[in-house]
């Protein structure tokens, strides 16, 4: 089919052209290879600009993930700063505390030493009571006996002896279980004094001041910590400023690279436009012919869908895309797609066969939204980003440059030098002849015709 197009537009200017001399006819061979090879030259121009601002494209998006990381990263060393202060701030104050424990405790220490005095001057009165005690009971002995000397007469008193005698006995016995209690009191506080207290003029402290001591160690080592910490934050805070800086500089030197190349890719195409214009075959012909003709077809149907009430003007310019909801990429409804669905694909689907070197034909709207697409490019989403960018294309709004390019041009046609994602991380770089869908005089969008160099 490419043969047939490129001989049937060779025969229309053949016919077209006046008889000349043989050597005129040499120069317009010569001029005509001239040419030929000048559109070859930018053809492979707008290749190598094609993959550079791509590869630019893709630094360019790598450098602003990477800024955007070190932006985070920065909050969050900054995040980390203002928690190592904290945590300084926090163990000054329970370092205060366990210096006010170890006051308060050494404040007990003493009141233990107190109680344990006390506890001694209550064993001293009980020991004085029991010697009291011991010798009451002799003093009630001696007067049992000597009641009993006294016979009938002294029976009265002798009981009194004997009462008193057993009392002596029982304040004895008392006395001394309150020594021996005592006693045992006086060791446990003696005990738990040595454990809190601080002896002065002596290294010796108890083990609960040690204990403390070694919290006191402990809470300061963290301040010490989280100060070096705090300093070595302060450190990353400013390499962080400078990395942001200076990616900042390379991503508007990535950008500045950028537009030169575009400047280069728009030189290629203007001279491939050119080229094509002067009206001498190139590779590129057959495939601006068959774009101007499917887009001119396109128009036809659309034309004819209106005259017959198959759609409304105002349904088929319609603009208010409606988002499909959990697709990913976006796609969008538009009143027109019933229609788009019925007459696009025999005519974008005849295009695939133009030549193995065809990748896809598909009539877009002024915004560059693709209603249907080719059936292999026309597949449902699966839920898989990557599979679902590749071959789930319709219902999508292509706004890139090559797409809004081709989507608003108003021109005879537009040939465009570009890199495609074909998902999964391939691309490849492709030729796209557009040409303009007028319906009524009114410009409905573009036919894009995209094929391989």
Known sequence: MLSLLSSKRAAARASQTPPVDQEATGVQVDLRGAIRSISQQASTIGRESAEVRGLLDDT???????????????????????????????????????ERVRVAVEGVGRGVGE????????????ESITQIALQTRLVAFNASVEAKRAGEAGRGFGVVADAVKDLAGKV????????????????????LSRE????????????????????????????????????????????????????????????????????FLDVSEHLIELVA???????????????????????????????????????????????????????????????????????QEAMLGLSPKVVFCIAVDRNGYVSTHNK????????????????????????????????????PFLLQ??????GGGSFIVMKEAAAPIVVDGRHWGGLRLAFKF
């Open 60 to 98: 360019t998006k790598a450098s602003e993930r990477g800024v955007l990381a070190v932006a985070s990263l920065t909050a969050q060393v900054k995040d980390i700063n203002v928690a190592q202060a904290s945590i300084g701030g926090a163990s000054q104050a329970g370092l205060g505390a366990v």
């Open 115 to 126: 109680v344990v005095s006390t506890l001694r001057d209550v064993a001293q009165a009980a």
């Open 172 to 191: 004895e016995q008392s006395s001394k279980d309150i020594m021996r209690t005592v006693g045992l009191l006086d060791k446990r506080i003696d005990a």
């Open 196 to 263: 809190i207290r601080v002896e002065a003029g002596t290294a010796h402290q108890g083990a609960f001041q040690l204990a403390l001591t070694d919290v006191q160690g402990a809470v300061a080592s963290i301040i010490s910590a989280a100060e070096q910490s705090r300093v070595i934050c302060g450190g990353l805070d400013a390499q962080m400023g400078a990395i942001a800086a200076e990616m900042g500089q390379t991503g508007r030197a990535l950008g500045a690279a950028m537009k030169r190349s575009e400047a």
């Open 277 to 347: 214009n002067c009206g001498i075959e190139t590779e590129d012909t057959p495939y601006i012919d068959a774009a101007v003709g499917a887009a001119g077809e396109i128009g036809a149907l659309l034309e004819g869908a209106l005259r017959g009430g198959a759609i409304s003007a105002e349904q088929l310019f319609d603009e208010a895309y409606q988002p499909i909801a959990g697709t990913s990429p976006a796609q969008h409804t538009a009143r027109f797609n019933a229609l788009a669905d019925r007459l696009f694909p025999p005519v």
């Open 376 to 411: 292999k490019y026309n597949l449902p989403q699966r839920g898989d980003l990557a599979w679902d960018s590749a071959n789930s294309r319709y219902r999508r709004i292509f706004a890139d440059r090559t797409g809004l390019a081709s989507a608003r041009n108003q021109r």
């Open 417 to 422: 030098t570009y890199r495609r994602d074909m």
